[in-house]
């Protein structure tokens, strides 16, 4: 729910706050939602992300001593912030999705004052983090991590969901070294198109930026986007104002290193591709084309799904609730918020 690092890019727009510090492991159907939790259940230990109207906080069963993240949300300041279908999206999809590499919610809750939800812990941190302390990735660790959001976004699509966020802040590592999509605030379920700005200006498709209406193809070109940020370090857009980004996007001028491996740029520039009729992976055979590709040779997709393939990375950690992965957040008396009056209740009626 929040950005773990320093850095220069430019905050998503219209966001729900990443919930970059939570997702889930393995857990049985049984578990999806589980029911006479209460927050008084959970040992709050400290604040692991914080965001506009929320924080995401490591938590322990105090039945179970399981750890877990638990992402509290404010009631007063999302509707102050006019953000209450953009939870409810939310939550609705993480009530309908379980995949190895996404972020599967465990349950989730509201009273008065307050939204609980909660996640298994996943303690290695962001991509974002791992890439910066690299420089670059090579062409096979860039892979490896892109075979795991092909098989991710495949999975969201049958669902007819367009995850419209996916940058490397939003992806986590597990306990094992392997990729978990997190933060589903600008996820949405399309019946045709949409119409929404919304992202991470690096990232908008030229579609949303010209407001033609946008599908599933959106996450196509951002995953060209973060295939060449992640071999060249950067990425292929970028200027030091929002606008600029978008004036670049829709030139659609690219400047290659020459370091770049020429079968992934071949995939990049045919994810790049601005008129979507003709996007790889938005076409008759959908994300079959992407796995079909050149630089995917010799990648089993039984084998990504089943977390086979050997992460590149395996993060440091010293035991279940090891936070040292995230950064350091100042902590808040949440439980002070704001009870709402009967009116605003019904605004959450439902959820």
């Known amino acids: 729910m929040a950005d773990y690092s320093i850095r220069s890019r430019q905050e998503s727009t219209e966001s729900l706050d990443s919930s970059s510090a939570v997702t889930s492991e393995d857990y049985s159907d049984d578990d999806k939602e589980k029911d006479g939790y209460d927050i008084e259940d959970f040992h709050i230990i400290k604040t692991i992300g914080t965001g506009t109207f929320g924080r995401v906080v490591l938590c322990k069963n105090k039945e179970t001593d399981e750890y877990g993240a638990m992402k509290i949300l404010c009631l007063a300041d999302v509707i102050r912030l006019k953000q209450v279908e953009h939870v409810k999206n939310e939550k609705n999809i993480l009530q309908e999705i379980r995949h190895p590499f996404v972020v599967n919610m465990l349950w989730c809750d509201r009273d008065e004052s307050c939204i609980y939800m909660l996640f298994e812990y996943v303690c290695g941190g962001e991509l974002f983090s791992y890439l910066r302390n690299a420089g670059r990735f090579t062409s096979s660790t860039g892979n490896f991590y892109s075979s795991e959001i092909v098989s991710a976004l495949e999975y969201l699509h049958s669902k007819s969901i367009v995850y419209r966020d996916l940058k490397p802040e939003n992806l986590l590592l597990d306990k094992d070294g392997h990729l978990k999509i997190t933060d589903f605030g600008f996820a949405k379920k399309l019946s045709d198109r949409t119409w929404t700005l919304c992202g991470t200006p690096e990232y908008l498709a030229p579609e949303i930026i010209q407001s033609k209406g946008h599908n599933k193809a959106v996450d196509w070109w951002a995953l060209g986007v973060l295939i060449y940020e992640m071999l060249a370090g950067y990425p292929p857009f ?20 020459k370091h770049l491996d020429t079968v992934a740029k071949d995939l990049i520039k045919k994810l790049l591709v601005q ?13 079959e084309d992407i796995k079909r590709h050149r630089w995917f040779k010799g990648i089993d997709w039984h084998e990504v799904y089943m977390r086979k393939l050997t992460p590149p990375f395996v993060p440091k950690i010293m035991y279940d609730g090891d936070s040292s992965n995230f950064d350091d957040y100042p902590e808040a008396d949440w439980k002070s918020s704001r009870t709402l009056e009967e009116s605003e209740l019904k605004l959450f009626e439902n959820f």
Request: charged share 35%; hydrophobic share 25%; glycine share 12%.
């Open 275 to 287: 008129d979507r009729t003709k996007r790889l992976g938005n076409m008759k055979s959908g994300a």
């Open 238 to 257: 970028y200027d030091d104002n929002p606008f600029g980004i978008y004036e670049k996007i829709l030139s659609g001028k690219i400047e290659w290193p």
